[in-house]
């Protein structure tokens, strides 16, 4: 036999307090004596108590639940962000509901369907591009959204970055001043905000250094993709001496495929750059000179942004973009005046 479920009145009963401050004590933010949520969590320990999550919420008409719906989790900036996230999420007293997706319009509006059905407070996507219907829904539902890692010129839409145009071009600059001349670039998925402005600010660069693109090629952000393009790249008889990839993780398909398929040395025969700081990017075997994302500053960021707007719907939208530094190890020509 199924023993009872213990009710908040037993709780009270046992910890001789009233039974909305057995609801204040299992309420995150509500206003609580140390005292008294001492003596109600003792007796819903001893009586085997745990809230009803989902009645609250039917109640109060808050979910207490963020969707985080996130594009692909191979490159390695992902998997770390989400945790950071979630981490600091929960920390505010939500949870996050994590839902795959893809930039394909209609993979998106099924993922944002099933959201808005499990009655979200708040959606953050991780790299997913949002089509002008899907957010006129959302804010129909009343229901705040934040880019991370991505941009879009919709006023409605609030979303954190890095300064990527910032970044490009500091990495335009170091391989400049390193005295490369026939310099590439690996480009992301099209799409992505986030790629459109690294090669913007690294073109920018290059031409306050008076060069131009030797060449370019696309890897879409994925690493097989980023293979074949270094494969293409450097088949001819005249190949680059540097290459900007536009993140860590096409990086090392890069520096994979040069080493070990082309026999190429790193950097004495091309120098190879990223952006993203990812952990693996130190290790030794990569060394990767990369700019580094504000990984953390970007998740306070995103969570401020869009507890503001859930707790204060009339908020603007807000878009920012966060400066990161240039991180410089052994994977490239070091320039005089930088250091490792």
Known sequence: MMAEKVTSIQVAKRAGVSQSAVSRVFTPGASVSSKTAEKVRKAASELGYRPN???????????????????????????????KLSNTLQKHGYHVLIFMASNKDEVTQTVIDELLDYQVDGIITASVSLSNDLTARCEAAGIPIVLFNRLQ?????????????????????????????????????????????REKGFLLGLAAGGKSLFARAGGNFHYDQAQEATRSMFSGAERPDAVFVANDHMAFAVMDVLRFELG?????????????????????????????????????????????????????????????????????????????
């Open 53 to 83: 999550v989902l009645a609250r919420a039917m109640v109060s008409g808050k979910s207490r639940i963020i969707g985080l719906v996130v594009a692909y989790l191979e490159n390695q900036f992902y998997p770390e962000a989400i945790e």
């Open 153 to 197: 010129n919709d006023d409605r839409l609030s979303g954190v970055s890095s300064d990527n145009v910032a970044g490009g071009r500091k990495l335009a600059d170091f391989l400049v001043a390193g005295g490369h001349e026939c310099i590439a670039h690996i480009a992301g998925w099209e799409g992505a905000s986030t790629q459109r402005d």
């Open 264 to 340: 190429l040395r790193i950097p004495e025969d091309v120098s190879v750059v990223g952006y993203d700081d990812v952990s693996l990017a130190a290790w030794p075997s990569y060394n990767l000179t990369t700019v580094r994302q504000p990984a953390n500053r970007m998740v306070e960021e995103t969570v401020d942004v869009l507890l503001t707007r859930i707790e204060k719907p009339e908020t603007p939208a807000r878009r920012i973009a966060i400066d990161g530094p240039l991180i410089v190890r052994g994977s490239a020509r070091i320039p005089k005046g930088y250091t490792s």
